[in-house]
């Protein structure tokens, strides 16, 4: 795991108070929807294993910081965990909460801060895309995989011409209901 609580809380929308226990558990499957495809396997491996053995190298330590990629992990955690961090599981069921001081939101104010967490998360990884193009003499191992954009190498499509990718429509969970717009 390349992110702990103090970086996840200061680098996504995630309160300081929030109980990151409930969501920890996701931040892996995050990392692999995220951040394996832009960087590759190799470096992600790499700099997972500097992170676990707390040996960063300057290179992924710049790249965690300056390239945004502690940025984008904090919005993609939050974005994927957007159920987990609205609805709870226990033992009578699923559960939102709510408290005397608070309002629960409806669907439509959910849909609302997915669609801007995604487009957050698409800017920041466009950036960190932009960043490693213009480092990538520093990383050597960087090589994002076809999922990613299309492509083998990011010096080819992904370049300078990277742009805000659409989400998968199967990968939407929440979608707005479109108005019929009669133009006479």
């Known amino acids: 795991m390349i992110i702990n609580d103090t970086y996840l809380k ?7 108070n929030f109980n990151t226990s409930e ?22 491996d790499e700099i997972c294993q500097q992170v676990k053995d707390d ?10 910081t300056d390239g945004g990629l ?7 955690v939050c974005y994927e965990n957007l159920p987990q961090i609205i609805y709870h599981v226990s033992e009578v069921g699923l559960t939102k909460g709510s408290s005397e001081n608070s309002e629960s939101v409806d ?4 849909t609302y801060y997915a669609n801007h967490l995604r487009a957050q998360l698409e800017s920041l990884k466009n950036y960190t895309v932009k960043w ?10 960087w090589e994002p995989d076809e999922s990613f954009c299309g492509c ?26 479109k108005k019929n717009l009669d133009i006479r």
């Open 152 to 177: 083998k190498k990011p010096t080819s499509c992904c370049g300078t011409n990277a742009t805000l990718q659409k989400p998968e429509p199967m990968n939407i969970v929440y979608t707005t209901p």
């Open 70 to 76: 502690w940025q984008m992990l904090g919005v993609a």
């Open 10 to 16: 200061k680098h996504s929308p995630i309160p300081l």
């Open 23 to 44: 969501i920890k558990p996701m931040v892996n499957l995050t990392e692999s929807i995220w951040l394996r495809p832009l960087l590759g396997v190799d470096m992600y």
């Open 132 to 141: 490693l193009m213009e480092h990538a003499d520093s990383f050597p191992l």
């Open 107 to 110: 669907l439509k104010d959910i």
């Open 55 to 64: 040996e960063l190298s300057d290179e992924n330590s710049t790249l965690l």
